[in-house]
């Protein structure tokens, strides 16, 4: 089955600057990528996917980079604030299961 | 307002006792799905649906049941519950299929002693 890789697990940032996860997947046939963020005591809600047949995605501060070669994708965060303190998981679907990564927790130092 | 319902949000209960956590969906979406979220281990697929009368086995199908006999409901059973399943549980749903973005629950956190 598939196997996802996520990296590092807890990361701390000047707030301001800006912030990588990186996630790895084992399946080539994965076809959608999405990315949730949860934040302490709440359910995870997705903030960015992206399909496997678009290379890069953005959405104001956060942006999504795939590759498909490599078999890994990236979450970038630019300007980070304080409410982007969170736990983010990525994840990699084919067919009819979704497989998360272990998560990160994400720490903006004021 | 959509959602997804959960029910209990907090349970505590003892080895062996069947306990039911029941899943609800008012936006008419065909797939669902059960997860559990433990430390270190991230969320993993315990059952998902695809539509009514269609289940089948995500990663960690082990000790649980599910059925999915109507569209908006999709409860998750523990037979004979373990203090391994101690754990938080969270149910998700998506419109058609799984490479949509779904749509979690609040949780459950459950306890087994």
């Known amino acids: 089955g598939e196997n996802v890789e996520q990296h590092p697990s807890t990361l701390s940032v000047q707030e301001g600057d800006s912030a990588v996860i990186k996630c790895t997947y084992s399946?080539?046939?994965?076809?959608?990528f999405p990315w949730y963020k949860q934040e302490l005591g709440k359910r995870p809600q997705l903030i960015i996917d992206i399909r496997s047949n678009v290379g890069e995605k953005k959405d104001q501060r956060i942006a999504v980079t795939l590759n498909k070669t490599a078999k890994h994708f990236s979450l970038h965060i630019t300007e980070t604030q304080p409410e982007d303190s969170a736990v983010y998981f990525c994840?990699?679907?084919?067919?009819?299961?979704?497989?998360f990564g272990t998560g990160t927790r994400l720490t903006i130092i004021p | 307002e959509a959602q997804v319902t959960q029910n209990p949000r907090y349970l505590i209960t003892v080895t062996g006792k069947k306990l039911t956590v029941t899943c609800s969906q008012n936006m008419n979406h065909e797939y669902m799905s059960w997860y559990r979220q433990d430390p270190g281990l991230g969320l993993r697929q315990i059952y998902y649906?695809?539509?009514?009368?269609?289940?089948d086995k995500g990663d960690v199908p082990e000790g649980y049941k599910v059925s999915r006999k109507e569209k908006r409901n999709f409860p998750l059973i523990l037979e004979s519950p373990s203090p391994n399943q101690t754990s938080l549980y969270f149910c998700?749903?998506?419109?058609?299929?799984?490479?949509?973005?779904?749509?979690f629950g609040d949780g459950t956190r459950l306890s087994i002693l």
């Open positions: 994840a990699a679907s084919r067919n009819e299961k979704l497989t």
């Open positions: 649906s695809m539509n009514v009368e269609v289940t």
């Open positions: 399946d080539s046939a994965s076809n959608y």
């Open positions: 998700a749903s998506s419109l058609e299929a799984f490479n949509q973005p779904q749509h």
